[in-house]
């Protein structure tokens, strides 16, 4: 445990932001589920429909550097180029 007055705030902060950005993250899990389960299903319409909602997603949360705008990037090209694939 931290003993410095800063440290325990850091640690109280970084707890906070712990909780947001799981949030955050769960949300991507989930965009990116809904369109595995489409591609698997092999229905394109509803692929490309979730491609829009996932890539809205993994913008905000690279926009408030819960990944790295990198890694949102590389997502949302495979996930395009799966669903391109599909179709």
Same mark, same amino acid.
């Given at each position: 445990m931290p003993q410095l007055d800063a440290g325990k705030k850091a640690l /109280?902060?970084?707890? /906070?932001?712990?909780v947001v950005n799981d949030v955050? *993250?769960?949300k991507i899990r989930v =965009?990116? @589920?809904?369109? *595995?389960?489409?591609?698997? =299903? @092999?229905?394109s319409k509803a692929a490309l429909a979730e491609l829009t909602k996932a890539e809205s997603v993994i913008d905000k949360a690279a926009r408030r550097n819960i990944i790295h705008p990198n !890694? =949102? =990037? *590389? !997502?949302k090209s495979r996930l395009r180029k799966a669903i391109l694939a599909l179709s």
């Open positions: /109280r902060t970084s707890a /906070r932001r712990r955050w *993250r769960q =965009a990116m @589920k809904a369109i *595995r389960e489409a591609l698997v =299903a @092999k229905d !890694k =949102a =990037a *590389r !997502k």
